[in-house]
């Protein structure tokens, strides 16, 4: 069974910590996704990646970054954490090129920021 | 810019009636076209998809989609709503190869007894 992992379901912390959020897939897709979802906004895409060490600034990246070290794994890193990042966090893989596939997504990881 | 648009953020419809959730895309030569599904407090998970063979696509649960390019639409139907249907849909286009998945923001689907 194919799976997208997110490390954290549900993650409280306070303004201007650090907050990695840990993404990693078994289907080896090159292309990968941190969308997030806030009510009447739908899913905003904040970075992503298409390859190892590839990664794209997407229509919301201020105040996140990305690394892609390895194929699998894709985390999102908020450098100091703001109220306004209060949100859930979808991440989401693919497979690249022409042919598109289906896109996976984990369960979500539900941040606060107090 | 590239951009999906869902016409209607809230549809509601009585048990067994058709439902029609309406998806409008910027052109593009051969998108790649999907709606997704969420119920509350649950996970995205694929309904149906479109990738340039036949342009009626049929998905999980009765619902159904077409791929009209001269209107640059893929509006989902079902013949006959069901309680368990309501939930939020998402229509998803991929423009191109390598390039992200761009959403539209949602459409909330009621189902009334």
């Known amino acids: 069974d194919v799976k997208v992992t997110q490390s954290s379901r549900y993650l409280v912390k306070r303004t201007g910590e650090k907050v990695f959020l840990e993404c990693v897939q078994d289907?080896?897709?090159?292309?990968m996704f941190w969308y997030r979802q806030d009510p009447g906004l739908g899913l905003r895409l904040i970075y992503f990646?298409?390859?190892?060490?590839?990664?794209e600034k997407g229509d919301i990246p201020e105040g996140y970054s990305v690394s892609r070290e390895k194929k699998e794994r894709f985390s999102l890193i908020l450098e100091s954490a703001s109220t306004n990042q209060t949100s859930m966090y979808l991440c989401a893989s693919i497979l690249g090129g022409r042919n598109t596939g289906e896109l996976f997504f984990g369960e979500g990881s539900r941040l606060t920021v107090l | 810019a590239q951009s999906v648009t869902q016409l209607d953020s809230h549809v509601s419809v009585s048990e067994g009636t058709p439902v029609l959730l309406r998806c409008n895309y910027s052109?593009?030569?051969?998108?790649?076209l999907f709606w997704y599904v969420q119920h509350p407090n649950k996970g995205l998970q694929l309904l149906l998809k479109?990738?340039?063979?036949?342009?009626l696509v049929k998905g999980i649960n009765g619902f159904e989609a077409e791929f009209k390019k001269s209107e640059t639409s893929f509006h989902l139907t079902k013949p006959s709503a069901h309680m368990s249907d309501a939930a939020e849909y998402f229509c998803v286009v991929r423009f191109s190869g390598n390039t992200p998945l761009v959403f539209g923001k949602g459409t909330r689907l009621s189902v009334i007894a």
């Open positions: 990646s298409y390859d190892v060490k590839m990664k």
């Open positions: 052109s593009s030569y051969s998108p790649s």
């Open positions: 289907m080896d897709h090159e292309n």
């Open positions: 479109y990738t340039s063979a036949a342009t």
